[in-house]
């Protein structure tokens, strides 16, 4: 861990500092946090403010030069114009995933299923941004059920949480949306920032079968009038619409990471 030295500095002493260590906006998000201030601004307009006490801050800052993701350090992170806690024992929400709530939105289903929801920020979203329509989530860990049912009582969202290893102990009605990010990296992929990644749950992340385990399981487990949204990375479609074709599941639209079968 990079070792931090305590004193007496104002907030532009410190932002100086900082962008020697961590990026600058990383630095200039823990000390705003710290100050319980939503606008960075106010870090300008404030620049000679005496931050008698560092330990805090120097700490974090600390713990993201060792690329800790900042999302766990805070606490937080932001989905869809929210924040959702986060723990090292979910997976930090990705803005790639926002599209699934895009195309949700498009297709206003009845009844949505969030399987593998982890700090269900897929499924309070929904919850709120679709209120006719009625969610479920699922996830086979109790810490990110935990988590989940947090974040949606912060929302106020209403969301029916299940525990199930994928759709094994939990029957989705017909016709509704299943939606799932579901692990899906391998481990082989040589552009992976391993040391940044293993701070995340590594059961949220990887998968056997080049990634595509758990999303080839889904797909066996799907109901035949259920369609399907799947997050995977693009270097994947091609191998799951085939998949998926050979069990029922034909391409309906495909967009960055997201694919939604029928």
């Not at 498009?106 to 009844?111: A, G, Y």
């Not at 897929?122 to 329509?133: D, Q, R, V």
Request: aromatic content about 8%; overall charge negative.
């Amino acid at each position: 861990m990079v070792k931090c030295y305590n004193r007496i500095m104002t907030i532009s002493e410190w932002l100086e500092q900082s962008q020697q260590i961590i990026d600058r906006l990383d630095a200039e998000l823990i000390l705003a946090d710290y100050l319980k201030v939503s606008d960075r601004s106010y870090l300008v307009a404030h620049s000679e403010d005496i931050l008698s006490d560092t330990s805090i801050i120097n700490e974090k800052r600390s713990r993201r030069a060792d690329k800790e993701p900042l999302a766990y350090i805070l606490g937080y992170r932001e989905f869809y114009g929210r924040k959702f806690f986060v723990t090292p024992e979910v997976l930090i929400p990705r803005p790639e995933t926002e599209t699934i709530i895009d195309i949700s939105k498009e297709l206003k289903p009845k009844s949505i299923l969030d399987v593998g929801t982890g700090s269900g920020c897929i499924a309070i979203t929904l919850a709120l941004e679709l209120p006719n329509s009625q969610i479920s989530a699922i996830d086979i860990s109790d810490d990110a059920l935990r988590i989940a049912q947090k974040n949606a009582a912060h929302h106020n969202a209403k969301v029916d949480f299940y525990k199930s290893n994928l759709l094994k102990d939990y029957q989705p009605e017909p016709n509704t949306l299943i939606i799932a990010n579901l692990p899906y990296v391998d481990k082989n992929w040589d552009w992976l920032d391993h040391k940044a990644l293993d701070y995340e749950p590594a059961t949220a992340l990887y998968a056997e079968q080049d990634g595509l385990e758990l999303i080839y399981r889904l797909i066996n487990q799907t109901p035949p009038s259920c369609p399907l949204l799947l997050e995977a990375d693009p270097s994947q479609h091609e191998a799951i619409i085939d998949y998926a074709n050979s069990h029922g599941l034909k391409l309906q639209q495909s967009k960055d990471y997201i694919i939604y079968l029928k």
